[in-house]
């Protein structure tokens, strides 16, 4: 059975304080792994896409990174506005409905 | 502006009623999808559909129906048979041939 697991459930960073985010997942074959961000009471909000292991994705203080393994999510310098809860998702190999198995998230806050 | 849309935003039910959440969606996007999520838990799948007039059973779709009747829409029926329908409801699309799913705001449903 496919499994995502995302560490540490929560982080509390002070602005400007980078740090990474940690999704490892269980699955033969990956086919893609996703990264979303999700605002309290909102909807994900997509963020990347990665396919093969080395592949790395940058959006402003955001950049994703995928192993055999784990991906990382790396937040640079971030800001009050970064908080938010970080979810990944990966798609298995079989099938074409694009099924998507997700991790619980991590909490991320980011104070002054 | 394309993009999904849910209502209502927040819905109370008392038990032993069914009740319908909408998913609209003007993107064009040809697979539609609802996912459940609670507290501590990652989104899990309740029922999918790759084309008009045909749907998929997810991971927890006991106590629910859906129907496809136009690509734009893909409701969402809590019948009173679901124990424990107290949570967000999130219906997501996908472009045919794309991997990425994209979200609406979601309708948290609450049971009196």
């Known amino acids: 059975e496919d499994q995502v697991t995302q560490s540490p459930e929560a982080l509390r960073l002070q602005e400007g304080e980078s740090s990474s985010l940690n999704c490892s997942y269980t699955?033969?074959?990956?086919?893609?792994l996703f990264w979303y961000r999700q605002d309290p009471g909102k909807g994900p909000e997509f963020l990347f896409t990665?396919?093969?292991a080395g592949e790395e994705k940058e959006k402003e203080r955001l950049k994703a990174t995928l192993t055999k393994k784990e991906s990382f999510l790396h937040i640079t310098a971030p800001k009050p506005e970064d908080s938010a809860t970080y979810l990944c998702?990966?798609?298995?190999?079989?099938?074409?409905?694009?099924?998507?198995?997700f991790g619980t998230g991590t909490r991320l806050q980011v104070t002054l | 502006d394309g993009g999904i849309t849910q209502s209502p935003k927040y819905l109370f039910r008392k038990e032993g009623q069914n009740v319908t959440l909408s998913c609209e969606q003007n993107?064009?996007?040809?697979?539609m999808y609802w996912y459940r999520q609670d507290p501590g838990q990652g989104l899990r799948l309740i029922y999918y559909s790759q084309i008009v007039n045909d749907f998929q059973k997810g991971d927890i779709a006991e106590g629910y129906s859906v129907s496809r009747e136009k690509k734009e829409s893909f409701p969402l029926t809590v019948t009173s048979a679901q124990k424990n329908p107290t949570a967000f409801y999130l219906c997501?699309?996908?472009?045919?041939?794309?991997?990425?799913?994209?979200f609406g705001p979601g309708t948290r449903l609450t049971v009196l």
């Open positions: 998702a990966v798609r298995p190999p079989t099938g074409t409905a694009s099924k998507l198995t």
């Open positions: 997501a699309s996908r472009l045919a041939g794309g991997d990425e799913q994209f």
């Open positions: 993107l064009n996007h040809d697979a």
């Open positions: 699955v033969s074959g990956l086919r893609g």
């Open positions: 990665l396919y093969s």
